[in-house]
């Protein structure tokens, strides 16, 4: 072969190298993609926690609490978390706060007695821009000590077919697995319903970590506590409540003035589970209340405002850092995939009555 040949054959064989180079090495970015979102392996990740979304789950809404009304208030800080945290929202006087009310059911038209849990959501934004986004419930604590467990938990509890009911074996299978659960079922089983949103003390199940101006940290869990007093629905009367009656009470309940809550900040000690939310620390711990949270009033969320935040609770302001807690750290993900599917539905032209449409308005979009 002569040398001008040789040269070109080289300089073709080269680039097929170069070519099958290039092509192996997106083929492995792409399998890595797809194995790190849950596409491929079988594994468990945090868009698995969405898997049983319908498809035909409404455009626009939220994943999980889809029925919710958002509120506009002020948190006024008492000064005795300054002590604790650099964080700006334990000084300042005022901030502002954007938040949404909500029910526990995934079903943004569901009834207001179909679930015990209701929420709240918060953002408040200090002056110095730094965000703190709270997403809290009415329940004590976590079923399970880790996210997995939950999955197990939503798979033993579902209906059989055959008698419209959980199956017995399974649901033992999954306590024997998860003890922990147990208080858990119990509590459901037997805890009061609350009959107003006012009146509903909402917990941070997980621990976050309080950094000070030396660097020093405390382990806490907080709650908001509410000044209004707490009333129960017995059986009877939430079988005869109205379809809105929680979201209706709401609103009556501010059109008589603003209503209020307690920031109420528990300092864990050491020994306490700060990495397990199904654990709860000891009733003597010292607590703190580090504000007071005053809701001014409500607005539907097809206007905006709370429908687009996502109130993922990792996000946290300087002077504020998360703990190890397992199930803290999958509920980013799981927040991240619900925001961005229901902006991608509305960004699309797909949400109808999540943004204020009706389905005749939006006939394009079928």
């Known amino acids: 072969m002569k040398k001008a040949s040789l040269v070109a054959y080289l300089k073709t064989k080269r680039v097929l190298f170069i070519l099958v180079g290039i092509f192996l090495i997106a083929s492995g ?24 979304t319908p498809k035909t789950y409404p455009a626009g809404y939220r994943r999980a609490h889809g029925k919710g009304i958002c509120f506009e208030g002020t948190f006024r800080a008492s000064g005795k978390g300054v002590s604790f945290s650099i964080a700006r929202v334990f000084a300042q006087q005022k901030v502002p706060v954007i938040g ?29 821009g730094e ?20 999955l197990e938990q939503v798979e033993a509890y579902k209906p059989v077919s055959n008698t419209g009911a959980p199956d017995p074996a399974r649901v033992a299978a999954f306590l024997k697995k998860h003890p922990e659960a147990q208080k858990y079922v119990k509590w459901d089983a037997t805890a009061p319903w609350t009959r107003s949103f006012a009146g509903a003390q909402y917990n941070v199940i997980n621990s976050f970590i309080l950094i000070d101006a030396n ?18 629905w017995s059986v009877s009367q939430r079988k005869q409540a109205s379809h809105d009656f929680l979201f209706e009470d709401l609103k009556k309940r501010l059109e ?23 654990q709860v620390w000891p009733e003597n711990r010292r607590q703190i209340v580090a504000g007071t949270l005053e809701v001014s009033h409500v ?6 405002g709370c429908r687009d935040v996502n109130f993922d609770p990792t996000r946290v302001p300087k002077g504020i850092t998360l703990s190890d807690d397992p199930v803290l ?38």
């Open 29 to 52: 970015l792409v399998l890595a993609f797809a194995w790190s979102a849950g596409l491929t392996g079988g594994r468990i990740t945090t868009r698995t926690f969405l898997k049983d």
């Open 100 to 128: 949404r009310f909500s029910l526990g059911s995934p079903d943004p038209y569901a009834p207001d007695n179909s679930t015990r849990t209701v929420s709240m959501a918060l953002m408040l934004t200090a002056d110095d």
């Open 131 to 150: 965000q703190w986004r709270m997403k809290l419930n009415n329940e004590p604590y976590f079923a399970t000590r880790d996210p997995e467990g939950f």
């Open 215 to 232: 660097g020093k940290q405390q382990v806490i869990r907080w709650s908001m506590r509410p000044h209004a007093e707490f009333t129960s």
């Open 256 to 278: 008589k003035g603003p209503l209020y809550w307690d920031l109420v900040l528990t300092l864990a000690e050491p020994g306490d589970p700060v990495n397990d939310p199904s």
């Open 299 to 304: 607005f539907d969320q097809t206007k905006g």
């Open 329 to 366: 750290a999958a509920r980013a993900g799981i927040y991240s995939h619900s925001h961005s599917d229901r902006v991608r539905e509305i960004g699309y032209g797909k949400a109808t009555d999540a943004v204020g449409k009706h389905q005749k308005d939006n006939a394009a979009n079928k």
